[in-house]
């Protein structure tokens, strides 16, 4: 990851600190690259390639990737989880008193702050600063009955930085092929802005980054999954879990619906490996209805579904809280008009 920008002006001059770090595989990819003369002259190359103030500028074709590159940006690039998070409930919450379901997902969660550090290092932690890497594709999409693979072109890679206060606050930016987004929360309000729509606000109660609950944030997932069940138990990738469940409640989905849709569900699933006690898959389904102008029928509602499946991994202690430092998110939109056709785009970063 790059994180300056050399200055060849002046024999004399500092190098320009960049706003979002860059990985090196988007400056050696770019027209007009050359490994052979290092990162300066790429990293002008880099710049003079990306279309920051013209993304209507290109033809048709550009606009229809631009199209395509703002879908992946909008659905995996700064989505929220589906409710806010309780300030710190999971440390002070007996495993007493509750269903069997209830009280097995606490006792996990007793674990999970084990295995990640321990309650005083957890509490211990007041601010966070987060710099990665992200790499994007289309694999294939879906029309009624008809499966159509993606054109195999080079995946698109970007970077982003997260900072997060504990954890109401926090501001996240990612740049992506030409694109710039921005998203955060003051604590009262989260919103979200890029260069093909205007900010807005995101309606009901303020909610953390779902980025942040992919093994960045150990305390907020411990929180989050304080109120949860434990739904039974299963293998990924070889690994046994218990799988916890958590669905927003109807007072979070009525807050976050609207005159012109309506949030039918929105849950999430944990699953926590029964040998080391961490997170190592997070999932989450939402979906909406987007409603018919008057005079039409309930069956002509559009319906959207949004799945997205995260595989979390690369643990390691940073000042002795237990952190993930990679993964892989697929997401799956599903489309449909009175129940009929649909189609699906999976993503990968």
Avoid at 24 to 29: I, K, W
Avoid at 98 to 116: E, G, L, P, V, W
Avoid at 142 to 164: I, M, P
Wanted: glycine share 8%; with cysteine.
């Amino acid at each position: 990851m790059r994180k300056l920008c050399p200055n060849n002006d002046r024999d004399d001059s500092l190098d320009t600190v960049l706003e979002v770090p860059i990985p090196d595989e988007m400056l050696a990819n770019a027209p007009g690259a050359d490994k052979r003369r290092g990162g300066g002259p790429n990293m002008r190359a880099w710049l003079k390639t990306q279309a920051f103030d013209r993304a209507t500028a290109d033809g048709p074709a550009a606009a229809a990737a631009n199209a395509e590159l703002q879908l992946f940006l909008n659905v995996v690039g700064s989505p929220l989880i589906p409710c806010p998070v309780p300030h710190d409930r999971a440390f002070s919450r007996s495993i007493r008193d509750s269903s069997i379901q209830a009280s097995t997902a606490k006792y996990i969660m007793h674990q999970y702050i084990a295995a990640t550090g321990g309650q005083a290092a957890l509490q211990g932690v007041q601010s966070m600063y987060a710099v990665g890497k992200v790499k994007m594709c289309a694999s294939e999409f879906h029309l009624g009955d008809q499966t159509v693979t993606a054109a195999q072109g080079r995946a698109e890679v970007g970077g982003f930085v997260l900072w997060q206060k504990c954890p109401e606050v926090w501001y996240f930016e990612l740049i992506m092929a030409g694109h710039k987004m921005s998203a955060g929360s003051d604590g009262k309000v989260a919103w979200r802005q890029s260069a093909a729509e205007n900010s807005h606000a995101s309606r009901g109660p303020p909610r953390p980054l779902r980025r942040s609950l992919q093994g960045l944030d150990p305390r907020s997932i411990a929180n989050l999954f304080s109120d949860a069940v434990c739904i039974g138990e299963k293998v990924i990738n070889g690994e046994e879990c218990f799988i916890l469940k958590l669905e927003a409640s109807a007072t979070t989905l009525r807050a976050r619906s609207a005159a012109a849709f309506d949030i039918i569900h929105h849950t999430v699933w944990g699953y926590f490996s029964q040998r080391t006690g961490l997170l190592i898959q997070l999932e989450d389904n939402h979906l909406l209805r987007m409603k018919s102008g008057k005079g039409a029928r309930r069956s002509e509602n559009i319906f959207w579904e949004t799945s997205m499946e995260s595989v979390i991994n690369n643990y390691r202690h940073i000042d002795g809280v237990n952190i993930a430092h990679g993964g892989k998110t697929t997401a799956t939109l599903r489309g449909s008009w009175r129940r009929r056709g649909r189609w699906r785009r999976p993503t990968s970063t």
